[in-house]
């Protein structure tokens, strides 16, 4: 059976990217979603802790707190490691297309180069590490994908008269549709975490799946249900604080958290080679304001597209 995780990074900021990301792995029928940190700890950690050389599945916002960029970075080179080739995850845009050349020149193509924050030595033990305890497990690494949502999309969709969640669930639906376009007829249960007041997700999934049986099984704090298709069964679980109780969700956590980050290095990083003395921003409400303000005499000098830079929420 497959379990999988669908989460987001930067659904807040005034700037970047919204940073989707679903991450996927092979199980023995009938494991829970948390039973990975089980069966995985001796490769896998659960937490930052002072000395630990483990890659770390956790809530990417501790994580991050723990041991910054460099600890999202070894998670996401050990386990795309395993998927094979470059140990970095396919990133796509929303749509399927990305922005036209030059559209966003803060974004060049830096987030291909890696690693960072480790030498390739270290991402490719960690990545070797893995899978010699996934194998050991009976487990394998299935897919892991990010999706980058840029601000002159949001403001497309905001103006369409979608909120922010709307928005992420429309994000959310791409990731659960190629899951269970790919995953269902191995038997897949998929944890989304679940962000808003939202309890009721059967339209969603009837407009997601259209022709599909529908089995509500929960709804409510927690909603699961079940997606009945001709190629095969998905099961879909909503929760909120999904990146502690599921092992797949925190893992996409980790990935999308990641793949954002190096997208706000390479904004920070083209606007403090044009502005002296320009301190770097993570893009939320309070610090993107001081930026925007610091920024706002060469945006509009240089001709720059505010749309391209500041989201309208």
């Known amino acids: 059976m497959i379990l999988a995780g669908i989460?987001?990074?930067?659904l807040g900021p005034y700037l970047g990217p919204l940073v989707t990301a679903s991450a996927a792995l092979e199980v023995p029928d009938g494991w829970a979603p948390e039973r990975p940190w089980r069966e995985l700890a001796a490769a896998v950690a659960e937490t930052c802790g002072r000395g630990e050389s483990r890659p770390v599945v956790a809530d990417s916002k501790l994580a991050y707190a723990s041991g910054g960029a460099a600890a999202l970075e070894l998670t996401v080179a050990a386990f795309c490691g395993c998927l094979g080739g470059r140990p970095i995850p396919r990133v796509s845009h929303s749509g399927g297309q990305p922005p036209p050349a030059g559209m966003y020149p803060w974004h060049s193509g830096r987030i291909d180069p890696f690693?960072?924050?480790?030498?390739?030595?270290?991402?490719a033990t960690a990545?070797?590490?893995?899978?010699?305890?996934?194998?050991g497990a009976g487990t394998a690494a299935a897919a892991i994908e990010a999706a980058l949502l840029h601000p002159a999309e949001m403001n497309r969709l905001y103006d369409s008269g979608l909120n922010k969640n709307a928005v992420l669930l429309r994000e959310t639906g791409s990731h659960l549709e190629a899951l269970v376009g790919r995953?269902?007829?191995?038997?897949?249960?998929?944890?989304?975490?679940?962000?808003?007041?939202?309890?009721?997700?059967?339209?969603?999934?009837s407009r997601l799946f259209p022709g599909a049986w529908i089995e509500t099984l929960a709804q409510g704090k927690e909603s699961s249900y079940r997606v009945q298709l001709d190629g095969g069964t998905a099961v879909v679980l909503f929760r909120p604080r999904a990146d502690r109780l599921s092992f797949?969700?925190?893992?996409?956590?980790?990935?999308?958290?990641?793949?954002?980050?190096?997208?706000?290095?390479?904004?920070?990083?083209?606007?403090?080679a044009r502005i002296p003395g320009l301190r770097p921003t993570a893009g939320y409400p309070v610090d993107a304001r001081r930026w925007l303000a610091e920024t706002e005499g060469f945006i509009d000098a240089e001709g720059l597209d505010w749309n391209l830079v500041k989201r309208k929420r």
């Open 7 to 10: 989460d987001e990074a930067g």
């Open 115 to 123: 690693p960072l924050h480790h030498d390739a030595a270290r991402t």
């Open 127 to 135: 990545a070797q590490d893995l899978a010699a305890c996934m194998a």
């Open 183 to 205: 995953f269902a007829v191995s038997g897949l249960v998929v944890v989304v975490d679940k962000q808003g007041g939202r309890n009721d997700y059967r339209p969603f999934l």
């Open 248 to 272: 797949a969700t925190a893992l996409a956590s980790m990935v999308a958290k990641y793949v954002r980050e190096r997208a706000m290095l390479e904004l920070n990083e083209w606007f403090s």
